[in-house]
């Protein structure tokens, strides 16, 4: 095992281990805490929820590059029918994880739900890839484009130098680690100011929007359906673009065990922000189209900043400064919530015990935020980071499907489990068949990419057996864990 379940505490007296065993807590037990027992404080509200959500799947993408749809749709009127459909199942995925989060009242998003429901194989390959690279990566993206755009108003008529980028990019990464290491209530009130943030900026782009379709600006929407012919095996493609624009709705699943009243806050949050999501990406779609062609759209490298310059005239400056504020509570989103699933895996034994103590003053999970930041640098300043997430966004999918598959087998398995959420079982049904019915024909119109993430997935399955059940291990190799 990468470690023995003890309560532990570090020489400097620190930290202590969040649980005393190496099994998850029940959170029905109503037993009093131990005293003496660190844990993770419930501070996460109706509204710190939200804004969790919200901020974390409003990133870039909508203001940066819608394009993805587009180029695999071939039309307006398909790319706007698949960002509505991908809105829709998102809230369909969000609902099932509303359900989970409330009847495993635990910590941690989709390890915990694999870990329940199929064993701690299929959990800890989760935990894995998301470790070693699927985080980091997404971190390295997202604080690269908030590097960018935070550059982009004094780089106005000459190009952004790179090592600029990657030096601030690396300067918002380091402040976000920080500011999660140091305070729960500081790192919730941040994200409810930068989601505020976010949806000023979509209300930016909506609202002149609006006023030229009054105006009678719909010729883009004529013959909406017409255009290049799209194949139907770019449909998957087109879908992982949308579903990457919503990804972020199952983040506060990642903190259930900080969340006030989660009975009623989990499936009331879920619901409230993604109808905003939804109705916010659609109605941005529409507003880029009343003042950009479709080709000139696929031509642009940052939608929002070429539909400002167009209407807003010096204003425009605003958008990047809004983009980079929107990218950075992305990323203080993803950290605060995946931390949770690193703490949570290293309770159960399947990351090593450190990443399971909680600062005894500050109650935050420490280890588990900061060991993000040396392979965040690493990738940041090293590898295609772009290529690298498209190996891995079909294992993402691979696994949500997974875990809402588990919804289903938990329903026959677990029937007596308290529910006091419950979705309609063709909710699931569907999501979990379209998540892996992406995944199969992703494997199939793009086998390169995705066999690559295939492979590096799999890499989990000879680790787990080395590092979980291989008992026997050299002194030397215990000591090096």
């Known amino acids: 095992m990468f470690r023995k379940a003890a309560v532990t505490t570090v020489s400097n007296g620190s930290y202590l281990q969040g649980q005393a065993n190496g099994r998850l807590p029940s959170m029905d037990s109503g037993q009093p805490a131990q005293e003496g027992k660190v844990v993770l404080k419930k501070k996460v509200t109706l509204l710190r929820g939200i804004s969790i959500i919200i901020g974390t799947i409003i990133g870039a993408g909508i203001f940066i590059s819608p394009k993805g749809i587009l180029k695999n749709t071939g039309s307006v009127g398909m ?16 609902l099932c994880y509303a359900e989970l989060g409330t009847c495993i009242r635990k910590s941690g998003g989709h390890y915990t739900y694999i870990l329940e429901a199929f064993g701690p194989l299929p959990a800890f390959v989760r935990v894995w890839v998301e470790l070693l690279v699927i985080r980091p990566a ?7 484009a908030f590097g960018r755009y935070i550059l982009e108003p004094f780089f106005m008529n000459c190009e952004i130098p790179e090592l600029a980028v990657k030096l601030i990019t690396a300067v918002g990464i380091t402040l976000v680690m920080v500011l999660n290491s140091t305070s729960v209530s ?19 782009i909506i609202v002149p ?7 009678g600006e719909t010729q883009h929407f004529k013959n909406a359906f017409a255009g290049n012919d799209a194949s139907v095996l770019g449909l998957p493609l087109a879908f992982y673009s949308g579903m990457y624009a919503y ?29 905003i999501v939804t109705v916010g990406y659609v109605l941005t779609n529409v507003a880029y189209f009343t003042t950009i062609s479709a080709g000139e759209l696929l031509l642009s490298k940052a939608v929002a900043v070429t539909f400002a310059e167009r209407l807003m005239g010096n204003f425009s400056l605003a958008v990047p400064v809004l983009v980079a504020l929107s990218c950075f509570g992305s990323m203080n989103g993803g950290v605060f919530a995946v931390s949770r699933m690193f703490f949570v895996a290293s309770r159960e034994g399947h ?28 990738m940041l300043f090293n590898g295609d980071l772009y290529s690298l997430l498209n190996f891995l966004s079909f294992a993402r999918w691979l696994f949500i499907g997974l875990v809402v598959a588990g919804l289903i087998y938990l329903r026959y398995k677990r029937p007596d489990m308290p529910r006091p959420f419950k979705v309609p079982l063709f909710i699931p049904a569907l999501f979990s068949f379209t998540c892996l019915f992406m995944v199969a024909l992703s494997l199939y119109s793009d086998p390169v990419n995705t066999g690559i993430g295939f492979a590096i997935t799999l890499t989990g399955v000879p680790a787990y057996y080395l590092f979980i059940v291989w008992d026997k291990k050299p002194k030397w190799f215990r000591k090096l864990l």
Not at 186 to 204: D, E
């Open 209 to 215: 929007g609006v006023i030229q379709l009054i105006k």
């Open 186 to 204: 500081w790192s919730a009130r941040i994200q409810i100011f930068l989601t505020f943030c976010k949806l000023v900026a979509i209300l930016i």
């Open 79 to 94: 790319s706007l029918t698949v960002w509505t459909a991908c809105g829709v199942l998102s809230l369909f995925g969000a």
């Open 351 to 378: 990351l090593p015990e450190i990443l399971s103590m909680i600062h005894v003053r500050k109650h935050t999970p420490l280890p588990a935020v900061i060991v993000l930041h040396p392979l965040t640098m690493i």
């Open 138 to 144: 997404a971190t390295a993206v997202i604080s690269l």
């Open 247 to 275: 990804s972020g709705w199952f983040y506060l699943n990642f903190v259930t065990e900080e969340v006030e009243n989660p009975e009623k806050n989990i499936p009331l949050a879920i619901c409230i922000s993604m109808i």
